[in-house]
Antibody, heavy 122, light 110 residues
Framework: QVQLQEAGPGLVKPSETLSLTCSVSGGSIRSGSYYWGWIRQPPGKGLEWIVSMFYSGGTYYNPSLQGRVTMSVDASNTQASLELTSVTAADTAVYFC??????????????WGQGIPVTVSS | QSALTQPASVSGSPGQSITISCTGTSTDIGFYNYVSWYQQHPGKAPKLIIHDVRNRPSGVSNRFSGSKSGSTASLTISGLQAEDEADYYCSSYTTTSNLLFGGGTKLTVL
């Protein structure tokens, strides 16, 4: 059973870079056919897909965020990272790490972290 | 691409059935059978309850069912229970490898 845990600063200043990590247990990022990704939820609003990544190199971005988003995996294959540059108040949200067991696809997400709230404010 | 369209709220009494619609376009719901539904209780992470239009993950109650007609998907909850009160989100993969979510529907159990 895959378990995910997000970590990172809860407060980021405007124009700076938001950096979050997702620790994976019960599985390895580089094994199997899982996709890994990030999804966010602004306060009182709906879900927004940010990025999806497969260990062999396929990375897909929400077009509205592409250019500001980077997702990577560390050498231990147990941690995925998200970086979002040039943040504004519109990036204030709960950020969820998620994984998909849907066989080389990210069409649904069946494992979720608990989420980490991030506020962009000076 | 715009978010999928869901009603803001629905309600029903215990034991009744309700249906939540999710409308997309010919490049998402209308193209693939890749619609999923999530249940989210306040302060919690979303939980996958339906994938690929009508498939329930292991452990999800058979009171939840999904369907699709054209570019509109639907989630039906039968035998409403108090614990079903939550926000529900639909999602669809798209022809441009995007993943869209609906705006969410708040279910109130009266």
């Amino acid at each position: 059973q895959v378990q995910l845990q997000e970590a990172g600063p809860g407060l980021v200043k405007p124009s700076e870079t938001l950096s979050l990590t997702c620790s994976v247990s019960g599985g390895s990022i580089r094994s199997g056919s899982y996709y890994w990704g990030w999804i966010r939820q602004p306060p009182g609003k709906g879900l927004e897909w940010i990025v999806s990544m497969f260990y062999s190199g396929g990375t897909y971005y929400n077009p509205s965020l592409q250019g500001r988003v980077t997702m990577s995996v560390d050498a231990s294959n147990t941690q995925a990272s998200l970086e979002l540059t040039s943040v504004t108040a519109a990036d204030t949200a709960v950020y969820f790490c998620a994984s998909s067991s849907s066989e080389y696809s990210y069409r649904f997400w069946d494992y979720w972290g608990q989420g980490i709230p991030v506020t962009v404010s000076s | 691409q715009s978010a999928l369209t869901q009603p803001a709220s629905v309600s029903g009494s215990p034991g009744q059935s309700i249906t939540i619609s999710c409308t997309g376009t010919s490049t998402d719901i209308g193209f693939y059978n890749y619609v999923s539904w999530y249940q989210q209780h306040p302060g919690k992470a979303p939980k996958l309850i339906i994938h690929d239009v009508r498939n329930r993950p292991s452990g999800v109650s058979n009171r939840f069912s999904g369907s699709k007609s054209g570019s509109t998907a639907s989630l039906t909850i039968s035998g409403l229970q108090a614990e079903d009160e939550a926000d529900y989100y639909c999602s669809s993969y798209t022809t441009t490898s995007n993943l869209l979510f609906g705006g969410g529907t708040k279910l109130t159990v009266l």
